[in-house]
């Protein structure tokens, strides 16, 4: 079956950088998502990475390496609202082409 | 679009009631997606259509769900009796194509709590 890992919390202080982690075994890989989930509400898009490399959007920028089923979300500049879980999904053909998440790392931002 | 509509947010009842949770897809997405979220589990698929046909509800727990989806704007899951372990956060998810690059949109969630 399918395995994702993610720390389950992180904490930073406010302007810094945070680099969240997300390792993943699987033989039908095609695609990785990033979510983003403030408490209580649902989740959103990040980003979306399907070849290896960095993508980058503004503050937010995401990584892939298939060949070692990794990858992290780097978040610059942090600020306060950038606290919330941060889910890793991946996109699984062994799984019907759907998201199989991670259990999501919880970032704290400290002033 | 005013993206995925759930309903009800919040729900509380008690064990062996009925409850009903509704969900409005954005328009034009294929598919859709039933969600539960625990602390303990995280985000667990339950079932999901396409085209209004259930695909694959291997993620539901038990008989006493089930999902429908009579038109491509409307969906529901309904639980039959209730029992406090379903307490948990039920998301619905619209997504236009199984594309790769195509990402799911995710309805405000409905909290149930069953007594």
């Known amino acids: 079956g399918q395995n994702i890992d993610q720390p389950t919390e992180m904490t930073a202080t406010e302007g810094a950088i945070v680099q969240i982690n997300c390792t993943y075994q699987?033989?039908?890989?095609?695609?990785l998502f990033w979510y983003q989930q403030h408490a209580g509400e649902a989740p959103t898009f990040l980003s979306y990475?399907?070849?290896?490399g960095l993508e980058e959007k503004g503050r937010f920028s995401s990584f892939l390496s298939r060949s070692k089923g990794y990858s992290y979300l780097l978040l610059k500049e942090l600020q306060m609202k950038d606290s919330a879980s941060y889910l890793c999904?991946?996109?699984?053909?062994?799984?019907?082409?759907?998201?199989?998440f991670g259990p999501g790392t919880r970032l704290s931002v400290l002033p | 679009d005013a993206g995925v509509i759930q309903s009800p947010r919040h729900e509380v009842t008690e064990m062996g009631q009925e409850v009903t949770l509704r969900c409005k897809p954005i328009s034009g997405h294929d598919y859709l997606f039933w969600y539960r979220q625990t602390m303990m589990r995280g985000l667990e698929l339950l079932i999901y259509?396409?085209?209004?046909?259930?695909?694959?509800d291997s993620g539901m727990p038990e008989d006493r769900f089930s999902a429908k989806m009579p038109n491509a704007s409307f969906s529901t899951l309904k639980i039959q009796p209730s029992e406090p372990r379903d307490s948990a956060v039920y998301f619905c998810a619209s997504q236009l194509s199984q594309s790769s690059y195509n990402e799911q949109f995710f309805g405000p969630g409905t909290r149930l709590t069953v007594l």
């Open positions: 999904a991946v996109r699984d053909y062994n799984y019907g082409q759907n998201f199989v």
């Open positions: 699987t033989s039908g890989f095609n695609g």
């Open positions: 990475n399907v070849l290896d």
């Open positions: 259509f396409n085209n209004n046909v259930p695909i694959d």
